[in-house]
């Protein structure tokens, strides 16, 4: 071949070879999402010594473990809303669970019946990027389509593939969801980069450990026997995800991200509680909050409440390429809302002008030096009660602040995380300045919420 031809050949291949690299070069992504598991659930953060999660402590060891990640609600839909928008779940008026006996007006007058298939999401940006999108597992971002059978599909929101519970299309089993995402790790190999939900049943109720799980730990009283068993499920499911990026030669070039909605469900309810049996006396349905014997670490509160304990979790991330093993990181604050941004510059993912993201760009934190966010948090939760930890509708943080206030505003408490991390310690009468200059700003962003549920987001009988 003339020489020539050969470098004119090249220069025309180039732009070719050049995007092929780059398609290699770019990350897979996985996102493991535990449900009600709290942040003293693991054993790599200290936990009792009859919970056992190898697999997860090996997630840490191989990679980075964040001191300080915040989801967005201390319930389920609104979290996991957060998490695939990068906004406040609060504007789009969701702020319970969307569940199987109500509709969305019933609850306070902004919940609608399902999120918005317009909005952002992090599935759909990566899509357009060249991703292939899957999920497997709970999806609960919309009501149940017995009751609600015109709700959008998941391609709606850029997923090219699904099995799930709690959500439109194909279902799945709570016990096949690590099965079902490891053998589609294998169908992957070799194509174009892939972004995957792996969303874990466990530990939510109803417990419905393996007989396998429930013998690993008979030693143990009965409660926690079957949590010890459930979290053992947990752990299970992101072996087999680890296994099957190994097998399949993916391992070094994928970021996997384990986390959870919110943190353990609520104090168990008292041993003569009809809750505290198995529900048919048998076991074969599972069991009840009574053995929610979950731990969030030495946090206050639990699921359901915006002090930490319900809304800071576990956040463990591995990229052998990129991240350092066995890096700690316990100042950076990190949020559900920041995972759009932040995978998107993982995966070379350009954003569009007009997208109106709540969270940041904290990639180089993942990587391994510690960011101070820009942006301040924002919670809104339903109110269920005036007791001693669940008074509280609204809050923010910043930095090192913590400003809580009940439905009017009126009520207020602050706290210093870097100081209290148990938030024992009300310091608003001794920082007055404080509270006067986050108050404004929490309830001013309460006022540009909706007051209403979205039209387009009900069914319609």
């Known amino acids: 071949m003339p020489r020539l031809f050969r470098h004119l050949l090249c220069l025309m291949l180039a732009p070719f070879a050049a995007f092929s690299a780059a398609e290699a070069a770019r990350p897979n992504i996985v996102f493991i999402y535990a449900d009600d598991l709290g942040w003293g659930d693991v054993s790599c953060h200290g936990a009792e010594d009859w919970i056992r999660t190898p697999r997860i402590d090996r997630l840490a060891a191989e990679g980075a473990d964040f001191a300080q990640f915040n989801v967005l609600s201390p319930v389920c839909s609104p979290s996991r809303v957060a998490a695939m928008t990068g906004r406040f779940p609060a ?166 991200i384990f986390s959870s909605d919110n943190g353990p469900a609520g104090q168990p309810v008292a041993p003569g509680d009809r809750a505290a049996q198995p529900t048919d006396g048998n076991q074969k349905k599972g069991f009840d909050v009574f053995y929610s014997v979950g731990s969030a670490g030495g946090l206050r509160g639990r699921k359901g409440q915006l002090y930490e304990g319900g809304i800071r979790v576990p956040f463990i991330v591995r990229w052998p390429a990129r991240i350092p093993a066995g890096l700690k990181d316990d100042r950076t604050l990190l949020s559900a809302v920041d995972l759009l941004p932040t995978l998107c510059a993982a995966a070379g993912a350009p954003l569009p002008s007009d997208y109106p993201g709540d969270g940041e760009n904290l990639l180089p934190s993942l990587l391994g030096k510690p960011t101070d966010r820009t942006k301040p948090l924002f919670w809104k939760h339903y109110v269920v009660n005036k007791s001693a930890d669940m008074w509280a509708a609204w809050a923010m943080r910043e930095g090192r602040w913590k400003l809580l206030t009940d439905l009017s505003g009126e009520r207020c408490a602050l706290y210093d995380l870097a100081a209290d991390r148990a938030e024992t310690k009300d310091v608003s009468t001794s920082h007055p300045d404080v509270v006067s200059r986050l108050k404004p700003q929490l309830m001013g962003w309460t006022k540009t919420l909706p007051t209403a549920a979205d039209p387009r987001c009900l069914h319609k009988p």
């Open 91 to 256: 504007r789009y008026g969701v702020n319970n669970v969307f569940n199987g006996q109500t509709l969305g007006p019933k609850k306070g007058g902004t919940m609608p019946d399902w999120l918005d298939p317009e909005a952002p999401t992090l599935p759909r940006f990566l899509k357009a990027a060249g991703y292939r999108t899957l999920h497997f597992g709970k999806w609960h971002m919309g009501a149940d389509q017995r009751l609600a059978p015109d709700a959008p599909p998941m391609s709606a929101y850029g997923i090219d593939e699904s099995k799930v519970y709690h959500g439109p299309g194909p279902s799945i089993g709570l016990h096949d969801i690590g099965v079902e995402a490891a053998q589609a790790i294998g169908r992957l190999k070799g194509g174009q980069p892939f972004f995957m939900n792996v969303w874990l049943h466990e530990s939510h109720t109803m417990h419905i450990p393996s007989q396998e799980s429930l013998d690993a730990f008979k030693h143990l009283d009965p409660r926690r026997q079957v949590y010890a068993a459930v979290l053992r499920e947990a752990d299970l499911n992101v072996g087999r995800i680890l296994d099957a990026l190994k097998q399949h030669g993916m391992d070094e070039n994928t970021v996997v």
